[in-house]
């Protein structure tokens, strides 16, 4: 009986261990591939979510993949700690090993961070970006007519054709129907990694957060 419970320990130990070198393996497989479709120089780090591990590998099934980007630039713009998530990932484990093209997510969600200082560097001039918590604040001066008059106002942002419109929404040192004066779009055109779309944008203490997703997303080696 002895033997057997000790038989028993060392079978699950050496499971143990060999399903964590399995997830490392296809970990690293797989932050080649997203490397390569993201173009990035740099590999990012990839978590594959639920354990255990083998019954995924071998079912060619992974529920949710989390990846980290790191840093990147999106049409000029320099997005920080880009990260995100693929869910329903198919990549069939001869696919895995023999590095075929064969991986496919069903949906894939990824979210960014917009700086103030860059979100500053877009504003007009004469027109400082600064937040009280969760909102971004402007402050600085406008021209109304031949004087130029200081301001003090709370930001609206939303999401605009061809970028992230930044409107003045509480304004005060001029009249509420100038606040269109104090608006500004920062340029957000290009390509983001697998081709997903914008679908979000809010404030947050950091600066801007976006959000965007895709659906049928393959992942090229």
Same mark, same amino acid.
């Given at each position: 009986m002895r033997?057997?419970?000790i038989f028993?320990?060392?079978? *699950?130990?050496l499971?143990?261990?060999?399903?964590?070198?399995a997830?490392?393996? &296809?970990? %690293?497989?797989?932050?080649?591939?997203?490397?390569?479709?993201t173009?990035?120089s740099d590999?990012?780090?990839?978590?594959?979510?639920?354990i255990?591990f083998?019954?995924?590998?071998?079912s $060619?099934?992974?529920?949710?993949?989390? =990846?980290d980007?790191?840093? =990147?630039?999106?049409?000029? *713009?320099?997005?920080?700690n880009?990260r995100?998530?693929a869910?329903?990932? #198919?990549?069939?484990?001869?696919?895995?090993?023999?590095?075929?093209?064969? &991986?496919?997510?069903g949906? *894939?969600?990824?979210?960014?961070?917009?700086?103030r200082?860059?979100?500053?560097?877009?504003a007009?001039? $004469?027109v400082k970006?600064?937040g009280?918590?969760? %909102?971004?604040?402007?402050?600085?001066? &406008? #021209? *109304?007519? @031949?004087?130029? @008059?200081? =301001?003090n106002?709370?930001m609206?942002?939303e999401?605009?054709?061809?970028g992230?419109?930044i409107?003045?929404e509480k304004?005060? $040192?001029?009249?509420?129907?100038l606040?269109?004066l @104090?608006s500004?779009?920062?340029?957000?055109?290009g390509?983001?990694? =697998?081709d @997903?779309k914008?679908t979000?944008v809010?404030s947050v203490?950091?600066?801007l957060e976006?959000s965007?997703?895709a659906?049928?997303?393959?992942?090229?080696?």
């Open positions: 033997k057997l419970i028993l320990i060392v079978l *699950v130990i499971l143990v261990a060999v399903d964590r070198v997830v490392a393996g &296809v970990e %690293r497989d797989l932050s080649n591939r997203i490397a390569a479709a173009d990035l590999k990012p780090t990839v978590t594959i979510e639920g255990p083998l019954t995924q590998a071998i $060619g099934h992974y529920p949710e993949v989390r =990846f980007l790191g840093t =990147f630039t999106y049409g000029g *713009v320099p997005i920080k880009l995100g998530a869910y329903d990932v #198919t990549a069939p484990l001869a696919d895995v090993l023999q590095n075929r093209a064969n &991986v496919q997510a949906r *894939v969600t990824v979210s960014g961070t917009l700086t200082a860059t979100i500053d560097k877009y007009p001039r $004469g970006i600064g009280n918590g969760d %909102r971004l604040t402007a402050s600085g001066e &406008v #021209t *109304v007519g @031949v004087q130029k @008059v200081k =301001f106002a709370e609206r942002v999401l605009a054709d061809g992230i419109k409107q003045a304004i005060e $040192g001029v009249p509420d129907q606040a269109s @104090v500004y779009t920062i340029p957000f055109k390509k983001l990694p =697998f @997903v914008v979000g809010k203490p950091e600066g976006f965007a997703e659906s049928d997303v393959p992942i090229r080696g």
